[in-house]
């Protein structure tokens, strides 16, 4: 066994038996040596009569809860060991129940040794009370707060033990990367609750110990204790401590869970994407700080979802997550995909004739339809050159069918060109002619540039090769050219309505290329 698995064997021991069951033996041991200070001569005789009794009944109601709750507790520990100790041999249903109790484990243990001691004690007053019928009512009643007194006190004990114990050496090993909201959220003690049963132990219980010592040495009777209280100044001091005790502890509670909770409402917004969320700590100390923290944190957040919204304008949104998940260094990898790149006929005399503003206003509702064509299909506009588009499908998100995406991509765009020059008609605008070519191939898709100030784009042979099929159009009278490459990648019922336009010299290659016409309609 490794020393890691060695340590998490015992802190597994010692959070599901050892701490537990010494909580509940020294607790014991304690109450019992403690017995003689605190309560009646009365009863003390009687509680030495029990001791020294042969009575199994009595000995089996004692003890018996102990046993039973540390089998309980075997079988309630058994996905844990299984989880830590065989973790290959675990599903996912075992390894959330494991990690569910993991979370859980100090409030259950706890809770466990509480009702454990508690029946022990309920049970074994009333075996005594069945043994010693003649036993005062008040000797009765005194050993049944005072022990039931202890049992809280082994509470606290056992809590703050196995939860210190499960913090520092089992919940690291299991949740890492933290991750405990989901398992542990409304099902643990509110700051406020274990307030109050720390106050219950610390404070309340050791008082109440001393006011039986107090009843005890000055011969004073239980039953007469509010008498006590209203006419002995000492208890109503000890009253009067007691009850602003615990109001400080319960105020001080509040002070930090009320502003505790406004930040876990603050953060659950966040969340949601609700950055314009804030919250407000009237508070000096560390929750002040905490609260400006989350201000800060939720006007970073939506600073950066500005930048993020404004990048996906400029870039492709799926480009722009791309990037954003990946390292920012130049380079990049060598991609089939497939090239469509489309340029608008005779525009530069459109333009002479109009306003700087007329032909944006123009380029831009063409440039709205054709990138809806695009993004339709998946594919994404690497950039606008002037009035043209250069769009790639395959990368940067793959896909096997890129050819016919880009293929069905082009008649989309002459369909929403053709809807285009409608509404251009009737607004007394001069209708658009578009030529496009496609382009399959290898190509190198990656950041281009310096250290400092770099692009994401595709570049190689078949980009130039698309460019230029295209440039193709015009002579041709044709609205979409393709190359062979890309042609024997198309569906059948496609490939047979293809026309041969034979072969052309594209600049700057010294290979001719065969090149295909689809049968589209003139824009």
């Known amino acids: 066994m490794v020393p890691k698995q060695r340590l998490q064997f015992l802190a597994f021991l010692l959070i599901y038996f050892i701490v537990p069951f010494s909580a509940c033996f020294f607790t014991l041991i304690f109450a019992n040596y403690t017995s003689?200070?605190?309560?009646?001569?009365?009863?003390?005789?009687?509680?030495?009569?029990?001791?020294?009794?042969?009575?199994?009944?009595?000995?089996?109601?004692?003890?018996?809860?102990?046993?039973?709750?540390?089998?309980?507790l075997f079988f309630y520990s058994l996905p844990v060991a299984n989880y830590l100790f065989k973790k290959d041999k675990c599903n996912y249903l075992s390894e959330e129940k494991a990690r569910h109790r993991i979370v859980h484990s100090p409030i259950i243990i706890s809770l466990f040794g509480f009702f454990g001691w508690e029946l022990s004690t309920i049970l074994s007053v009333l075996r005594i009370d069945t043994l010693y019928p003649e036993a005062p009512p008040q000797s009765i009643l005194t050993v049944t707060i005072?022990?039931?007194?202890?049992?809280?006190?082994?509470?606290?004990?056992?809590?703050?033990?196995?939860?210190?114990?499960?913090?520092?050496?089992?919940?690291?090993?299991?949740?890492?990367?933290?991750?405990?909201?989901?398992?542990?959220?409304?099902?643990?003690?509110?700051?406020?609750?274990?307030?109050?049963?720390?106050?219950?132990?610390?404070?309340?219980?050791?008082?109440?110990?001393?006011?039986?010592?107090?009843?005890?040495?000055?011969?004073?009777?239980?039953?007469?204790?509010?008498?006590?209280?209203?006419?002995?100044?000492?208890?109503?001091?000890?009253?009067?401590m007691l009850f602003f005790s615990f109001i400080f502890s319960v105020t001080f509670a509040i002070s930090l869970q009320h502003p505790l909770n406004k930040i876990e409402e603050a953060t659950e917004l966040i969340k949601e994407q609700k950055f314009d969320t804030r919250v407000t700590i009237f508070s000096s100390d560390e929750?002040?700080?905490?609260?400006?923290?989350?201000?800060?944190?939720?006007?970073g957040l939506a600073e950066r979802e500005r930048i993020k919204d404004t990048f996906g304008r400029i870039v492709d949104p799926r480009v722009r997550d791309y990037l954003l998940s990946n390292e920012h260094s130049l380079g990049g990898k060598v991609v089939d995909a497939t090239i469509l790149f489309s340029d608008l006929r005779d525009f530069t005399k459109l333009s002479e004739k109009r306003t700087p503003e007329e032909v944006l206003y123009i380029l831009n509702r063409y440039f709205q339809e054709m990138s809806n064509a695009i993004e339709i299909h998946g594919g994404f506009i690497n950039k606008f050159i002037g009035d043209a588009i250069l769009a790639v499908f395959g990368t940067p998100m793959p896909m096997t069918d890129h050819?016919?995406?880009?293929?069905?991509?082009?008649?989309?765009?002459?369909?929403?060109?053709?809807?285009?020059?409608?509404?251009?008609?009737?607004?007394?605008?001069?209708?658009l002619k578009m030529g496009i070519g496609i382009h399959t191939g290898?190509?190198?898709?990656?950041?281009?540039?310096?250290?400092?100030?770099?692009?994401?784009?595709?570049?190689?042979?078949?980009?130039?090769?698309?460019?230029?099929?295209?440039?193709?159009?015009?002579?041709?009278?044709?609205?979409?050219?393709?190359?062979?490459?890309?042609?024997?990648?198309?569906?059948?019922?496609?490939?047979?309505?293809?026309?041969?336009?034979?072969?052309?010299?594209?600049?700057?290659?010294?290979?001719?290329?065969?090149?295909?016409?689809?049968?589209?309609?003139?824009?």
Not at 407 to 427: H, P
């Open 36 to 72: 003689t200070a605190f309560l009646p001569e009365k009863f003390l005789i009687l509680f030495e009569a029990t001791r020294v009794t042969q009575d199994f009944t009595l000995f089996a109601l004692t003890w018996a809860p102990f046993p039973i709750i540390t089998f309980i």
């Open 146 to 240: 005072l022990f039931a007194f202890w049992g809280l006190f082994l509470f606290a004990f056992s809590y703050s033990a196995t939860n210190f114990l499960n913090k520092k050496l089992i919940i690291p090993c299991v949740f890492p990367d933290g991750g405990l909201g989901k398992y542990a959220k409304g099902k643990q003690f509110s700051i406020v609750t274990k307030q109050i049963i720390f106050w219950t132990a610390s404070t309340l219980f050791p008082i109440v110990l001393l006011i039986f010592g107090l009843l005890l040495r000055t011969n004073q009777n239980l039953f007469d204790l509010h008498q006590l209280v209203h006419n002995d100044v000492l208890f109503e001091v000890i009253a009067i």
């Open 287 to 299: 929750l002040g700080l905490l609260g400006d923290a989350v201000n800060e944190m939720a006007e």
């Open 403 to 431: 050819v016919d995406r880009a293929f069905q991509t082009a008649l989309q765009m002459q369909k929403n060109l053709d809807l285009l020059n409608k509404q251009f008609l009737g607004e007394g605008l001069t209708e």
């Open 442 to 523: 290898s190509l190198l898709v990656g950041n281009i540039g310096s250290a400092n100030r770099m692009e994401f784009t595709v570049i190689g042979d078949t980009v130039n090769t698309a460019s230029r099929v295209e440039g193709l159009c015009k002579g041709l009278q044709k609205n979409l050219l393709i190359t062979e490459n890309t042609a024997n990648l198309l569906p059948d019922v496609i490939r047979s309505r293809l026309q041969s336009e034979g072969e052309f010299e594209l600049k700057g290659r010294e290979s001719k290329e065969k090149i295909y016409s689809y049968p589209v309609a003139l824009g």
